[in-house]
């Protein structure tokens, strides 16, 4: 699903906020892949 929401984010040039509740800090390095840096 996440490799979905990453191709239409770059289709349509989508912006998009997201929160994580795990405790723990920084993003797995599997979720990295789809973290776009501004």
Same mark, same amino acid.
């Given at each position: +699903? +996440?490799e979905? #929401?990453? !191709?239409?984010r770059? !289709?349509?040039?989508?912006?998009m906020?997201v929160e994580?509740?795990v405790?723990g800090?920084?993003?797995?390095?599997?979720? !990295?892949s789809f #973290?776009k840096?501004e």
């Amino acid at each position: +699903m +996440m490799e979905t #929401i990453s !191709k239409l984010r770059e !289709k349509y040039n989508l912006h998009m906020s997201v929160e994580r509740f795990v405790p723990g800090g920084d993003a797995p390095e599997s979720d !990295k892949s789809f #973290i776009k840096d501004e």
